[in-house]
């Protein structure tokens, strides 16, 4: 069946510019999470979803950073005024519920690039 | 706060060798743990989840095993081969108000033909 999916896979923005990332999750997860993945290192937690309800954006790392799921299903990270240190892959994961036992499932990431 | 430490950061080794990687994670508190596998420019795949029950997880070639108690987790890959080139990244999964996966920085694993 299909997985997540991400759009666009590679993005290269000026210092400066807005981007928008998108994320379709499996149909019928709860359940969405972004991450940010720096060169080098693991995935760190930005921001999640249960449904439409953002739940917990402790991970966004300033205020240039802003995240939406108005409907429950397709998520949106949004990054303002591009920085240099924005640079890094942007995962999306979605799981089916709550519950603790179920697996994250990952889409392919887009490369974001700031020149 | 949890965190999760990755040893070796890096591995190569000839085909056929079974190897392990390690994964330590501060807080024993966990409700499971995820192994992933990457390969470069691609996104997560999940290769085993071990419920903080459980003490291991098999799948093919790979087994996962789990000490919550003293925080440790290994990955063993028997018989490698040249297609088990990645990284593998080791993700906990805590309670309360941690509802996010929380990463090691991973271990780059070569096999050698």
């Known amino acids: 069946g299909a997985g997540v999916s991400q759009s666009p896979r590679y993005k290269v923005a000026k210092r400066g510019q807005d981007v928008a990332l998108r994320c379709d999750p499996i149909?019928?997860?709860?359940?969405l999470f972004w991450y940010q993945q720096a060169l080098g290192q693991g995935p760190e937690f930005l921001t999640y979803f249960q449904n439409e309800a953002q739940l917990d954006k402790s991970g966004l790392p300033s205020d240039r950073f802003f995240a939406e799921r108005p409907e429950g299903s397709v998520s949106t990270l949004k990054i303002q005024r591009t920085q240099q240190e924005d640079s890094a892959v942007y995962l999306c994961?979605?799981?089916?519920?709550?519950?603790?036992?179920?697996?994250?499932?990952f889409g392919p990431g887009t490369r974001l690039t700031v020149t | 706060k949890q965190e999760v430490t990755q040893i070796p950061a890096a591995l190569s080794v000839p085909e056929g060798e079974n190897l392990v990687l390690n994964c330590s994670f501060t807080?024993?508190?966990?409700?499971?743990l995820q192994w992933f596998r990457q390969d470069p420019g691609k996104g997560l795949t999940s290769l085993l989840l071990?419920?903080?029950?459980?003490r291991e997880q098999t799948s093919g070639r790979l087994n996962a095993s789990l000490d919550k108690s003293s925080g440790r987790s290994t990955l063993y890959i028997a018989a490698s081969q040249p297609g088990d080139s990645a990284t593998y990244l080791c993700?906990?999964?805590?309670?309360?108000?941690?509802?996010?996966?929380?990463f090691g920085k991973g271990t780059l694993l070569t096999v050698n033909p």
């Open positions: 993700a906990v999964w805590s309670g309360g108000s941690n509802y996010k996966l929380t």
């Open positions: 807080d024993s508190a966990i409700y499971n």
């Open positions: 149909s019928g997860h709860v359940s």
């Open positions: 071990i419920q903080s029950s459980q």
């Open positions: 994961a979605s799981n089916i519920d709550r519950g603790w036992s179920y697996e994250q499932y």
